[in-house]
Nanobody, 121 residues
Framework: QVQLVESGGGLVQAGGSLRLSCAASGSIFRINDMGWYRQAPGKQRELVAAITSGGLTNYAAPVKGRFTISRDNAKNTVYLQMNSLKPEDTAVYYC???????????????WGKGTLVTVSS
């Protein structure tokens, strides 16, 4: 009943910036942690950044100082501001959220379909 939809991906030159958005919709009671993961061709999916419901953040080492994760709880949306992009940032970026749905007492992980970010050198 919950959907996560990413947007904002595209082609950008090295050194450029992009902002990804992920909007959650459906029978949502509460959203706990949210995060962004990425997967490059031939590689495993890896955590990029995470943010708690209270706004505490965590970043993977390769993106620290360049990426910023934020959320708008009123809009059920999480963002990833990506600055100083590098070719190695090229990947499909996936939104993740731990969500309690209406009428339940437990949370589940939900994933978006992903948005492609390509950084040219």
């Amino acid at each position: 009943q919950v959907q996560l939809v990413e947007s904002g991906g595209g082609l950008v030159q090295a050194g450029g910036s992009l902002r990804l958005s992920c909007a959650a919709s459906g029978s949502i009671f509460r959203i706990n942690d949210m995060g962004w993961y990425r997967q490059a061709p031939g590689k495993q999916r890896e955590l990029v950044a995470a943010i708690t419901s209270g706004g505490l953040t965590n970043y993977a080492a390769p993106v620290k100082g360049r990426f910023t994760i934020s959320r708008d709880n009123a809009k059920n949306t999480v963002y990833l501001q990506m600055n100083s992009l590098k070719p190695e940032d090229t990947a499909v970026y996936y939104c993740n959220a731990d969500i309690v749905t209406m009428g339940t007492y437990f949370s589940m992980d939900y994933w978006g379909k992903g948005t492609l970010v390509t950084v040219s050198s």
